[in-house]
């Protein structure tokens, strides 16, 4: 099957890197030694658990808000999240003193519900799945006007994502290989058309848990598909790829090269590993992409980038994780 034109361009990608610019951060590309050695090619570190709020989400929420006009800004935005999209979109409307509601569902976790309302977000907490929430916001738009600004299925979310691919071409021009973290797929789509926009060799392979990997039972059915949501360490990585999805499905479809599932166990090592050799703090979503090669599920024949996405862990679980007081049953 040829390859489709995917529906945010390297274009769109460049144009939103200069609308963002100054809002977020150029995070650090890092050579890892212990994990060059475990998989036998170079191993960098893309350090965007780093970025201003804890993970990548800022980009895509800035280039969205940047987008909007005058008028949208004044009706406020709203969006369903995990946790990280929330945080990043309470944040960046801060800035532009704009109104934000967040929805999201009782699986998310308390030190992410803390930070957005200290970020003066408004919450609603509904049912137990992103679905759910998700239903709040189409609800608060037709009802309130508000204007939606979802976590992935959107192409201002995912062009800013993707200027996280961008750098790292420009750190690590001969990358052959870039792992990045799978949920919806907007930073898998967005990264995977920056990355292959500008080095078409460059294989890009996304990376999710056993548990609840929507995208990835979609792309097995050949179309979006309803997964149970389930606890997983890797709670930013939750939730459905909605059935009406119009970009990342697509994009995920066209333009990755595989789809890598772990275990909580496997995880958990990678949380580990990250904090005791990398000497970085991610939490368990952020991790998955080192998980894979501890695991053994990745073959490269050449420089190989991992993305560690985000750091926002509830640091009690991060401490049991680390001292091995977590497993796959106690740890959810």
């Known amino acids: 099957m040829s390859v489709m034109v995917p529906s945010v361009t390297l274009q769109d990608i460049r144009a939103a890197r200069e609308r963002i610019a100054g809002k977020v951060e150029r995070t650090p590309t890092v050579p890892s030694p212990s994990l060059s050695g475990h998989l036998g090619a170079p191993v960098y570190l893309k350090l965007e658990h780093r970025q201003t709020t804890g993970s990548f989400k800022l980009r895509g929420a800035s280039n969205a808000i940047a987008s909007l006009n005058t008028e949208e800004k004044a009706r406020g935005g ?11 979109l309470a944040h960046a409307a801060k800035l532009e003193g704009m109104r934000a509601t967040i929805c999201m569902s009782r699986l998310v976790p308390q030190n992410k519900l803390d930070e957005i309302r200290r970020l003066g977000a408004e919450i609603r ?47 690590v021009a001969d990358a ?12 898998a789509a967005g990264v995977a058309a920056a990355v292959k926009g500008v080095s078409p060799s460059t ?61 909580e166990g496997e995880i958990a090592a990678g949380i580990r590993h990250t904090y005791e050799q990398e000497r970085e703090i991610v939490e368990g979503a952020g991790a998955v992409c080192i998980a894979a090669v501890l695991a053994g599920k990745v073959r490269a024949n050449g420089p190989t980038v991992l993305i560690l996405s985000g750091r926002n862990i509830d640091m009690t679980l991060h401490r049991k994780v680390v001292c091995g007081e977590a497993n796959e049953e106690s740890a959810l």
């Open 78 to 88: 709203v969006a369903a999240s995990t946790g990280n999209h929330g945080r990043a």
């Open 125 to 171: 907490i509904v049912g137990n799945s992103q679905d759910d929430a998700q239903q709040e916001v189409e609800r608060l738009v037709a009802e309130d006007g508000l204007v939606m600004l979802p976590p992935f299925d959107h192409p201002d979310i995912i062009a800013g994502q993707g200027t996280l691919g961008l750098e790292i071409i420009e750190q």
């Open 176 to 187: 052959a290989l870039v792992l990045v973290p799978l949920s919806g797929g907007g930073l």
């Open 203 to 263: 294989k890009v392979i996304g990376v999710s848990m056993t548990r609840g990997a929507a995208m990835k039972a979609s792309l097995d059915a050949g179309h979006p598909v309803l997964v149970e949501e389930l606890p997983t360490l890797a709670d930013s990585l939750g939730g459905g790829i909605g059935l009406d999805n119009r970009l990342t499905f697509s994009m995920c479809r066209d333009l990755l090269d595989d789809v890598i599932l772990l275990s």
